[in-house]
Nanobody, 123 residues
Framework: QVRLVESGGDLVQPGGSLRLSCAASGSIFRINAMGWYRRAPGKERELVAS???????NYVDSVKGRFTISRDNAKNTLYLQMNSLKPEDTAVYYCSAKVERIVQAVAVYDDYWGQGTQVTVSS
C-alpha cells in the first residue's frame, strides 16, 4: 500500500517560519496532485495549498504571499514553506496525494492521507 508521513510541525512565535514535509512511500507508480490541508480547533478542514504533477499551484487566500508549496517528484516528497506565521494558522496540517498504482497491469487511483502534524503559532 501507500503511506504518507508528515513532519516539521512545531510551536513557533508569530512572524516565524516553519517548513513541513510529507514523504510518500509504498507501491507508487505515479503521484498526481498533492495538497496540504489543515483543521483548526472547532473549524472545518480546509485546503491550504495544492500542486499538480506539473508544478501548477493554488492557495487559499489567507496564505497567499506567505506560504509556498513545492514537491520533489524524484523523492515523492511534498513541502510547505510557511513564513510570517499568524496565530490563526494554528492547526493540524495534513498532506494528501492522488496516487496511481499498477495492480495486475491495471492502473488504480486512490487518495491517501497522512496522520497530521501540529503547527502552533503563539507567543
Amino acid at each position: 500500500q501507500v503511506r504518507l508521513v508528515e513532519s516539521g510541525g512545531d510551536l513557533v512565535q508569530p512572524g516565524g517560519s516553519l517548513r513541513l514535509s510529507c514523504a510518500a512511500s509504498g507501491s507508487i507508480f505515479r503521484i498526481n496532485a498533492m495538497g496540504w490541508y489543515r483543521r483548526a480547533p472547532g473549524k472545518e478542514r480546509e485546503l491550504v495549498a495544492s500542486i499538480t504533477s506539473g508544478g501548477n499551484t493554488n492557495y487559499v487566500d489567507s496564505v497567499k504571499g506567505r506560504f509556498t508549496i513545492s514537491r520533489d517528484n524524484a523523492k515523492n516528497t511534498l513541502y510547505l514553506q510557511m513564513n510570517s506565521l499568524k496565530p490563526e494558522d494554528t492547526a493540524v496540517y495534513y498532506c494528501s496525494a492522488k496516487v496511481e498504482r499498477i495492480v495486475q497491469a491495471v492502473a488504480v487511483y486512490d487518495d491517501y492521507w497522512g496522520q497530521g502534524t501540529q503547527v502552533t503559532v503563539s507567543s
